[in-house]
């Protein structure tokens, strides 16, 4: 769907004309205007029920990236509110999610390897002002198109990788372990060397949240399962003096609003290459989670309104030193599924994220670090789905592969190349596809005028002595031509034809390379005595063709506007020939 600029609310009964088509409509105008009476309900509600899982899962993804956990607080404030009055998606939940997370941890790892929090806080606010920067950049150059660069199973692969990696740095936490931040294979040589020095009572603590999470999750679906394991933990924190035993609690929260961040500018240099991937995987997942959530009876999501509407939540963000953020699949399916209408679910859901920054702050301060560590993997694992791998190798073994590969970019050389090698691998494999189109040998289903590809399944489909039909498919140019020309050339060997008709029906384009190439191989062929036709020329192909020495050449008995016609004239000519 092409990306559209404005949209006129009809909901009203309101007619479209031309001045409401040309004027332009901020998009918190859009669904202000069409509001209804009876969707107020379900979008508190629905604002409430969100809030309930974003705040504690942003919390717990603030220590993924080694910062406090009131930088979830923040992230699940101001840029929910900028993208609810500038998004176009009416039920998309804009806050941090795991993959996020894990990139911003790589890359503030890098910059602030001492992990010092006053510097974690500004080089965190650097990256998140420049991701912002990438994506508002990014819409004012018109790249929404962009967000289907990656291939499906390329993102499989890369969020299994993801989860995986979250998954052995939160572990320790789990076990009560304190181990230095590392890559997939250090965190697990680590978890293994430690494993003699696990809290029991940290892992208890750990192990029951875990056991209440994906229990609730399991039979309650609709109970909000991280607010329920966060007030277990803080309950038993309270009452049971679980941090005498041992248990690390998440501390002293600074209580109120958000004080003003200035992002750390000295690592812009170091920092905007990483900015860069994190950007994209951020519009990549919101503009997924929008388009898997979005009704058919609202206006559709404009890519690269998006793109400015994610840019500056972010750029908002960093001014309070919040997370990366995009919208997330999870809190998005909550949102929409608990009765969202517009963005109104997300404003009550940042609300809710206001209070407990100025009411709730003691109480979380009591949280074990353990049940935030349980949240974390809770959720992550749910981004490893070996169904998804087992349908696509049921499918496409090559594209199995590519999924494989992306995980395995991102468990063993890192999140952020592990991105770059996952991009770099959709890249190779739509090379590979353009540069490898197909090359049929037609036959002709008896008694009727269907043809298609000779195959085993079909071994009474007719073919004609001397005349080798072939069908090509998509685009013919200077990167894939000689390629095809090689098949071709296979196909004419072993048949040893008299002529080759060559069907160009879905040839959408033939590029002067390629034009060039046929008209070698043509006089190539016809001094061996074996004639070319061309067959279901499409107007372009046919004015290229014309315009050059191969249609001189073949001239109008050699091109053929049907594979019936071109038949019909093979048979006649035989025919012909056969005559004394």
Known sequence: MPDKEYWIDTSRGEKPNVASRLKPALPVFEWLRGYQNDWLRPDVIAGLTAAAVVIPKAMAYATIAGLPVQVGLYTAFLPMIIYALLGTSRALSVSTTTTLAILVAAELGKVVPKGDPATLLTASAMLTLLVGAALVLASLLRLGFVANFISEPVLIGFKAGIGLVIVADQVPKVLGLHLPRGSFVQDLLGILGGLSHTSATTLVVGLVMIALLVGIERFFPRVPAPLVAVAAGIAGAALLGLQAHGVKLVGHIPKGLPSFTLPDFSLAAQLWPGALGIALMSFTETIAAGRAFARTDEPPLR??????????????????????????????????????????????????????????????????????????????????????????????????????????????????????????????????????????????????????????????????????????????????????????????????????????????????????????????????????????????????????????????????????????????????????
Do not use: C
Not at 521 to 528: P, T, Y
């Open 303 to 580: 890519a690269n309104q998006e793109l400015l509407a994610t840019g500056l939540a972010n750029a908002g963000g960093a001014v309070l030193g919040a997370l990366a953020a995009g919208g997330g699949t999870t809190q998005t399916a909550v949102n929409r599924l608990a009765g969202a209408r517009t963005q109104l679910s997300e404003l009550i859901t940042a609300g809710g994220a206001l209070v407990t920054m100025l009411l709730l702050s003691p109480l979380i301060a009591l949280m074990p670090e353990a049940t935030l560590a349980a949240v974390v993997i809770v959720y992550s694992i749910g981004l490893i789905k070996p169904g998804e791998f087992r349908a696509i190798l049921d499918i496409r073994r090559t594209e199995f592969y590519w999924a494989i590969a992306a995980l395995a970019g991102v468990v063993l050389l890192g999140t952020l190349k592990g991105i770059i090698f996952a991009i770099v691998v959709s890249a190779v494999a739509l090379a590979h596809q353009v540069a490898n189109p197909p090359v049929y040998v037609l036959g002709r289903k008896p008694g009727t005028d269907v043809f298609r590809p000779l195959s085993k399944e079909h071994p009474e489909d007719e073919t004609f002595p001397g005349l080798l039909l072939v069908r090509l498919e998509g685009r013919i140019f200077f990167f894939n031509a000689e390629h095809i020309a090689n098949k071709i050339g296979l196909l004419i060997e072993e048949a040893k034809p008299k002529i080759v008709a060559i069907h160009l029906r879905g040839v959408p384009d033939l590029e002067y390379t390629a034009l060039k190439m046929l008209i070698e191989a043509e006089k190539r062929h016809r001094e061996r005595g074996i004639s070319l036709w061309l067959v279901g020329l499409n107007p372009e192909v046919l004015a290229m063709v014309r315009r050059s020495s191969l249609g001189e050449t073949l001239g109008r008995e050699g091109m053929h506007f049907t594979l019936e016609v071109a038949i019909a004239k093979y048979l006649a000519v035989l025919a012909t020939h056969r005559t004394p």
